[in-house]
């Protein structure tokens, strides 16, 4: 599973697009995701993410989308939220 570093928001409908050649060129943390992104589909078609949105982590499953032009390749998919981890249980012992 690659983890994003940079904060994200999905569409309404739970999709997240990542355009691989923004207009204007991505730098820091987004450079960086693409780089990532674009070493992860070297080997396969299909990449499991996970990152930050605003409201919380999300997880998913993207694909590498290549239009006729090189421009609009980006990386798209269907994600949703993860489940925070469980608190621990606090044991509590109250004095006699």
């Known amino acids: 599973m690659l983890e994003l570093q ?8 739970k999709r ?3 355009l691989a ?3 204007p060129a991505a ?5 960086q995701d693409i780089a990532a992104l674009d070493q992860a589909f070297e080997a ?10 605003p409201f919380g ?14 421009r609009m390749r980006s990386f798209e998919g269907y ?3 993860l489940r925070p981890a469980a608190p621990s249980t606090i044991q509590t012992t ?3």
Do not use: H
């Not at 730098?27 to 450079?31: E, R």
């Not at 396969?44 to 949105?53: D, G, P, Q, W, Y």
């Open 94 to 96: 109250s004095g006699a």
């Open 57 to 70: 982590l999300m997880a998913g499953q993207l694909q590498e989308k290549n239009a006729r032009q090189d």
């Open 79 to 81: 994600v949703w939220f």
């Open 27 to 31: 730098s820091g943390v987004w450079a």
């Open 44 to 53: 396969a078609n299909r990449c499991e993410v996970r990152f930050r949105t």
């Open 6 to 13: 940079g904060t994200y928001t999905a569409l309404p409908n």
């Open 16 to 18: 997240l697009v990542i």
């Open 21 to 23: 050649r923004p207009f």
